[in-house]
Nanobody, 118 residues
Framework: QVQLVESGGGLVQSGGSLRLSCAAS????????LGWYRQAPGKQRELVMT???????NVADFVQGRFSVSRDDYKSEVYLQMNSLQPEDTALYFC????????????WGRGTQVTVSS
């Protein structure tokens, strides 16, 4: 059974930082692009950043160098370091896995809430 479990969300003041973690189980992580999406209230889910085992990174325009994504394939984990957080970054952040080798499956975590106060 595949599971993606996020942690690290919380409440932070504007300009602060948070580091999100996602532990994946039930997959061979090197076969997957791993990363993060987010969904704010009343808005569609949108890409934040994803990365492959070959370090190919896909990043949304709004990141503007404030966030970085990394992964540890020995632990099957992916991380999102978020700096210079702004109130508009408030959202539910979802861990995401998309198979890029030997298949096309996708998986989602349940999300971790990030709230940025002004």
């Amino acid at each position: 059974q595949v599971q993606l479990v996020e942690s690290g969300g919380g409440l932070v003041q504007s300009g602060g930082s948070l580091r999100l973690s996602c532990a994946a189980s039930g997959i061979t992580s090197t076969f997957y692009a791993l990363g993060w999406y987010r969904q704010a209230p009343g808005k569609q889910r949108e890409l934040v950043m994803t990365t492959t085992a070959g370090n190919e990174i896909n990043v949304a325009d709004f990141v503007q160098g404030r966030f970085s994504v990394s992964r540890d394939d020995y632990k099957s984990e992916v991380y999102l370091q978020m700096n210079s957080l702004q109130p508009e970054d408030t959202a539910l952040y979802f861990c995401y896995a998309r198979q890029i080798r030997f298949g096309t499956r996708e998986y989602w975590g349940r999300g971790t809430q990030v709230t940025v106060s002004s």
